[in-house]
């Protein structure tokens, strides 16, 4: 979704009809990213909305590390998968808060929209991957599908970093749609995973069963919804309105 690369491109837009408010912060970072800025130099050159960012990621690398603890451990016991799970939405709420205080500040970066991206990538991306591996969905055919679904997510936030000054804008400079469904609508396959969670239907118990169990094909059925939704990532003719 990167709401700090509409807010960069927003703040690009405002800067060339308000004097470039914004450019003084962004030479600052230019000159402390530079390789003689002196030491923490990449420290100080972060804004408080990309620590921000950094607390999404944060959330998405302890989910995919409960997802782990889950597989070492009792599969009788699904603390690790609710936490896995429970992460998931701290994400989402560090993703919208860093848009936010990037508009508060007036302070936005190209360093931070990549960050924001590789944040989603790892939170809405590989996370809700790891919990499908934890809940079951463990054939080569499985990873296949998770493996196309993660990537779509990292191809939609490429494009997106990519073509979000090519976006129609609003009045005030933001971009009038998202192109292909946001990579953090895949908290509604994380709700899914829920549910199945506590019906008990994980593991040997996943919907739908197994196809061809036993050979090269086998597969979990119910992982074609991570490769549809991968779809719809990278779909150019969904057109959704943002908020």
């Not at 308000?18 to 402390?32: E, H, Y």
């Not at 990873?143 to 129609?168: D, K």
């Not at 933001?174 to 990579?183: H, M, S, V």
Request: charged share 15%.
């Amino acid at each position: 979704m990167s709401k700090r690369s509409s807010v960069a491109a927003a703040n690009g837009a405002a800067s060339n009809a308000a004097g470039d408010v914004t450019r003084p912060s962004q030479d600052k970072q230019k000159i402390l990213l530079s390789s003689n800025a002196g030491r923490f130099s990449l420290v100080r050159a972060l804004h408080l909305a990309d620590f921000i960012t950094e607390l999404n990621g944060l959330c998405g690398i302890s989910s995919i590390f409960a997802s782990m603890r889950y597989c070492l451990g009792d599969p009788a016991s699904h603390s690790n998968l609710w936490a896995a799970l429970l992460f998931l939405p701290f994400g989402l709420f560090f993703d919208f808060l860093d848009g936010k205080v990037a508009r508060w500040r007036k302070k936005s970066s190209m360093m931070g929209q990549e960050l924001d991206s590789l944040a989603d990538l790892i939170s809405f991306g590989v996370a809700p991957a790891a919990v499908a591996f934890a809940i079951g969905m463990r054939t080569p055919v499985d990873h296949l599908c998770l493996a196309f679904f993660v990537l779509c997510g990292l191809t939609r936030l490429a494009r997106f970093n990519v073509t979000v000054t090519a976006i129609p804008k609003d009045a005030t400079g933001k971009a009038q749609y998202f192109e292909g469904t946001p990579i953090p609508t895949t908290l509604g396959l994380d709700a899914l995973m829920g549910y199945w969670i506590a019906q008990g239907w994980i593991l040997d118990a996943l919907p739908g069963g197994v196809w061809c169990a036993g050979s090269a094909l086998e597969v979990h059925p119910v992982v074609v919804l991570f490769v549809v939704h991968g779809c719809l990532m990278t779909s150019r003719t969904i057109h959704i309105p943002k908020p």
